[in-house]
């Protein structure tokens, strides 16, 4: 027998970036559905569990304090005070530039929080337990989709028929939503895959993000929180696919060898702290970002290359889009003319953004040396003039 409930808002997809929207819409009042087909893993050594870590950027911090989520995450996030780009692409692999992005250029506040993405999932889905207008099923998930002029019909996984007036897609790169309306995207791929991990090492990161340079991709550490008593970092290292493979089915100890030394020992020798986890890299981007009562958020509407810590921030910008929208107008959540305002503001920055952190990865994949030098030089001239160099950190953040 077929059940059937009514919400003002459901979110497919139980991710960060779906339990955020659950939060931020249902403190604003709106009665909310949020599904998954897969119950969030929240303990860091549990099979699965996703070892990535998320820079939370000024904008998107914001957004959080005002779902209520914040509170749970501030003891657990680290400040992120200063980006530090080194280019060590020279005939050895040692820093042979190193320039210093400080947020106290440009704001009283770090750039950002870092915060492992087990972590996320494990405060969001605790908060939401919490608030009335929210109902969190994880283990069931979006099965199909039929929209009505004035609402969306839901069908569960578990045979459960939800009607909402907007559903919010956020169910990744490979959005069941997305592929029910019909909604084409574009895909680019680099032949690239990010292996992520946690490290201690001896010397303390001081709130620095390093992002190295050499080829095939950034190996960018990220600050955490002290473990087992030593100082402690994420990593995302990003490399052309079978060297990536490579690397990740190396015995502890030579990936150990292979990390310090694609590292160059900037925080002294690093010990591996978790276990190895491996990402494909990908830009992608929806061709609209919204259907009939539908709009597309996160992954479901845009993906890039993990660099700059934008793509969890492009993600809560477009919540911020939405839910200003819909407290502007409660009345027509969902309705034609706010899908196409939310498309108009939304789009073109996806846009920008994505062709931005292509550019990037590109140049940090480079390999051949005379190229390698060119990217050195631009890296010097950027970083010289103020203006330039404040623009940057401002666009990254998503100042206006």
């Keep these: 027998m077929t059940t059937f409930q009514s919400y003002d808002i459901i979110v497919s997809g139980g991710g960060v970036a779906g339990l955020s929207a659950a939060a931020a819409f249902g403190s604003a009042g709106f009665t909310v559905l949020c599904v998954d087909p897969q119950p969030p893993i929240t303990d860091r050594n549990a099979e699965g569990s996703d070892l ?4 939370i950027l000024q904008p998107g911090r914001l957004l959080l304090e005002e779902a209520g989520l914040w509170d749970r995450l501030d003891a657990e996030a680290m400040p992120l005070d200063v980006m530090r780009i080194i280019d060590a692409g020279g005939e050895v692999a040692e820093p042979r530039v190193t320039k210093d992005f400080v947020a106290s250029e440009i704001s009283d506040q770090p750039f950002g929080w870092n915060l492992p993405n087990w972590l996320l999932r494990r405060e969001m889905v605790a908060h939401l337990e919490g608030m009335e207008t929210v109902t969190f ?15 969306a019909r839901v069908r569960l996984s578990d045979g459960m ?3 909402c007036r907007l559903l919010i897609a956020a169910d990744g790169r490979n959005s069941p939503v997305r592929k029910a309306l019909n909604i084409p995207v574009k895909t680019r791929r680099y032949g690239q895959k990010a292996l992520a991990f946690a ?5 303390p990161h001081e709130n620095v993000s390093p992002e190295i340079h050499r080829s095939g991709g950034p190996f960018t550490l990220v600050p955490l929180p002290d473990f087992e008593g030593r100082p402690s970092s994420a990593i995302v290292w990003m490399e052309d696919g079978p060297e990536a493979m490579r ?15 694609r590292s160059c020992q900037i925080l002294g020798p690093l010990t591996l702290a978790s276990r190895r986890t491996v990402w494909p890299i990908i830009s992608q981007w929806a061709d609209q970002m919204y259907g009939a009562r539908t709009v597309l958020v996160a992954e479901a509407a845009h993906v890039v290359p993990p660099i700059g810590a934008q793509g969890l921030n492009m993600s809560l910008a477009d919540q911020r889009c939405l839910l200003d929208l819909a407290k502007a107008d409660p009345a027509n959540i969902g309705s034609p003319e706010m899908l196409q305002r939310y498309h108009r503001r939304r789009h073109p920055e996806v846009l920008a953004r994505v062709t ?45």
Excluded: C, W
Aim: aromatic share 4%; no cysteine.
């Design 199 to 203: 490290v201690t090492h001896p010397l």
């Design 52 to 55: 990535r870590t998320t820079a």
């Design 161 to 163: 028929v939800a009607q």
């Design 356 to 400: 931005g952190i292509d550019l990037l990865n590109r140049t940090s994949q480079l390999s051949a040396q005379p190229l390698r030098d060119l990217r050195a030089a631009g890296l010097n001239a950027l970083y010289s003039l103020a203006p330039v160099r404040k623009t940057l950190m401002q666009l990254g953040l998503g100042m206006r």
């Design 137 to 151: 099923r994880p283990g069931v998930g979006t099965a199909g989709v039929l929209t009505r002029t004035d609402h």
């Design 247 to 261: 690397l990740f089915n190396l015995p502890e100890a030579d990936f150990e060898a292979a990390m310090n030394e």
